[in-house]
């Protein structure tokens, strides 16, 4: 969904990563994606994103989030279900 952004407003993605967190010390340090599909990591999937606010503002992708992400089911995004699909945006600046 990250590279049709970019596709769509060029430039204004500067960097991303996904890889998994978890809240538990505990959890497994480098757990495969099918594991934390599995529910029984404690992880979720996660996406660090590096924008240009000259060519996109903040608003806009949140807007732009929101098109794929439903805010309004409680640990579920479309068929898949479960802790691991949670959704939640944190945001930081240098």
């Not at 952004?5 to 978890?22: C, K, T």
Request: charged share 20%; glycine share 8%.
């Amino acid at each position: 969904m990250i590279s049709k952004l970019g596709e769509e407003i060029p430039g204004a993605i500067l960097g991303n990563a996904v890889g998994f967190m978890s809240p538990k010390k505990d959890a497994p340090a480098h757990p495969k994606y099918k594991e934390v599909c599995s529910g029984t990591t404690t992880h979720v999937e996660v996406l660090h994103l590096r924008f240009d606010n000259t060519k996109i503002t903040y608003e806009e992708l949140v807007r732009y989030f929101f098109t794929f992400h439903d805010p309004t089911t409680w640990n579920r995004q479309g068929n898949d279900k479960g802790t691991q699909y949670a959704s939640a945006i944190f945001y930081h600046s240098e």
